[in-house]
Protein backbone atom coordinates (compact mmCIF):
# COMPACT_ATOMS: atom_id res chain seq x y z
CA UNK A 1 0.00 0.00 0.00
CA UNK A 2 0.34 3.47 -0.48
CA UNK A 3 0.39 6.55 1.73
CA UNK A 4 0.78 10.33 1.10
CA UNK A 5 1.09 12.61 4.12
CA UNK A 6 0.88 16.53 3.26
CA UNK A 7 1.60 18.93 5.69
CA UNK A 8 2.70 23.09 5.59
CA UNK A 9 -0.79 24.47 4.31
CA UNK A 10 -2.28 27.33 6.37
CA UNK A 11 -3.18 31.26 6.22
CA UNK A 12 -0.53 33.29 4.30
CA UNK A 13 -0.91 37.18 2.85
CA UNK A 14 -1.18 37.81 -0.91
CA UNK A 15 2.15 37.80 -2.60
CA UNK A 16 3.44 34.99 0.47
CA UNK A 17 5.26 32.35 0.19
CA UNK A 18 4.65 28.58 1.55
CA UNK A 19 5.67 25.05 1.12
CA UNK A 20 4.17 22.33 0.96
CA UNK A 21 5.46 18.66 1.84
CA UNK A 22 4.43 15.15 0.55
CA UNK A 23 5.72 12.17 2.71
CA UNK A 24 5.13 9.00 1.23
CA UNK A 25 5.40 5.45 2.19
CA UNK A 26 5.18 1.53 1.14
CA UNK A 27 5.59 0.92 -2.61
CA UNK A 28 7.36 4.45 -3.54
CA UNK A 29 9.79 1.94 -5.82
CA UNK A 30 6.32 2.08 -8.07
CA UNK A 31 6.21 5.54 -8.50
CA UNK A 32 7.07 7.10 -12.18
CA UNK A 33 5.92 10.35 -10.30
CA UNK A 34 4.46 13.09 -8.23
CA UNK A 35 2.14 15.52 -8.24
CA UNK A 36 0.01 18.42 -6.81
CA UNK A 37 -3.52 19.36 -7.51
CA UNK A 38 -6.12 21.47 -5.77
CA UNK A 39 -9.97 22.06 -5.39
CA UNK A 40 -11.03 25.66 -4.55
CA UNK A 41 -14.35 25.90 -3.47
CA UNK A 42 -16.98 25.72 -5.93
CA UNK A 43 -14.38 24.50 -8.46
CA UNK A 44 -12.99 21.17 -9.98
CA UNK A 45 -9.68 19.69 -8.65
CA UNK A 46 -7.10 20.62 -11.40
CA UNK A 47 -3.64 19.96 -11.48
CA UNK A 48 -1.55 22.63 -10.27
CA UNK A 49 2.80 20.57 -10.63
CA UNK A 50 3.60 17.24 -11.34
CA UNK A 51 7.07 15.63 -11.04
CA UNK A 52 8.57 12.60 -12.94
CA UNK A 53 10.22 9.96 -9.94
CA UNK A 54 13.62 9.30 -11.84
CA UNK A 55 15.05 12.25 -13.93
CA UNK A 56 13.35 14.76 -12.36
CA UNK A 57 11.30 16.04 -15.25
CA UNK A 58 8.56 19.04 -14.37
CA UNK A 59 5.10 20.27 -15.75
CA UNK A 60 2.98 22.90 -14.32
CA UNK A 61 -0.38 24.71 -14.98
CA UNK A 62 0.14 28.12 -17.06
CA UNK A 63 -1.26 29.66 -13.89
CA UNK A 64 1.42 28.67 -11.88
CA UNK A 65 4.57 28.69 -13.99
CA UNK A 66 7.23 31.14 -12.28
CA UNK A 67 5.23 31.34 -8.73
CA UNK A 68 5.33 27.58 -8.06
CA UNK A 69 8.33 25.45 -8.01
CA UNK A 70 7.70 21.64 -7.40
CA UNK A 71 11.07 19.49 -6.17
CA UNK A 72 11.38 16.22 -4.67
CA UNK A 73 13.79 14.33 -2.30
CA UNK A 74 13.75 10.64 -3.75
CA UNK A 75 16.32 9.81 -0.55
CA UNK A 76 13.46 10.88 1.85
CA UNK A 77 10.46 9.88 -0.53
CA UNK A 78 9.07 13.32 0.02
CA UNK A 79 7.68 16.09 -2.53
CA UNK A 80 7.72 19.54 -2.40
CA UNK A 81 5.71 22.20 -3.54
CA UNK A 82 7.18 25.63 -3.28
CA UNK A 83 4.69 28.42 -3.43
CA UNK A 84 5.90 31.95 -3.81
CA UNK A 85 3.83 35.24 -4.80
CA UNK A 86 0.88 33.70 -3.46
CA UNK A 87 -2.49 35.36 -4.87
CA UNK A 88 -5.86 34.97 -3.22
CA UNK A 89 -7.24 32.77 -6.26
CA UNK A 90 -4.82 30.02 -4.93
CA UNK A 91 -6.97 29.35 -1.80
CA UNK A 92 -8.09 26.16 -2.22
CA UNK A 93 -7.25 22.65 -0.40
CA UNK A 94 -3.85 20.80 -2.21
CA UNK A 95 -3.63 17.42 -2.48
CA UNK A 96 -0.45 15.41 -2.81
CA UNK A 97 -0.39 12.75 -5.72
CA UNK A 98 1.07 9.70 -7.28
CA UNK A 99 1.33 7.90 -10.14
CA UNK A 100 2.90 4.42 -11.31
CA UNK A 101 1.52 5.03 -14.73
CA UNK A 102 0.20 7.82 -16.90
CA UNK A 103 -2.70 8.34 -14.47
CA UNK A 104 -2.41 9.82 -10.71
CA UNK A 105 -3.80 6.45 -8.56
CA UNK A 106 -2.65 7.44 -4.99
CA UNK A 107 -3.92 10.15 -3.12
CA UNK A 108 -3.22 12.23 0.17
CA UNK A 109 -6.13 13.78 2.47
CA UNK A 110 -5.32 17.64 1.40
CA UNK A 111 -4.14 20.76 2.92
CA UNK A 112 -6.02 23.81 3.35
CA UNK A 113 -3.90 26.82 1.54
CA UNK A 114 -5.64 30.49 2.20
CA UNK A 115 -4.78 33.38 1.07
CA UNK A 116 -5.99 36.88 2.43
CA UNK A 117 -6.01 39.33 -0.22
Known amino acids: QVQLVESGGGLVQAVGSLRLSCAASGRTSSFAGMGWFRRSPGKEREFVAGIAWNGGRTAYTDYVKGRFTISRDNVKNVVYLQMNNLKFEDTAVYYC??????????WGQGTQVTVSS
Open 97 to 106: SARTGVTYNY
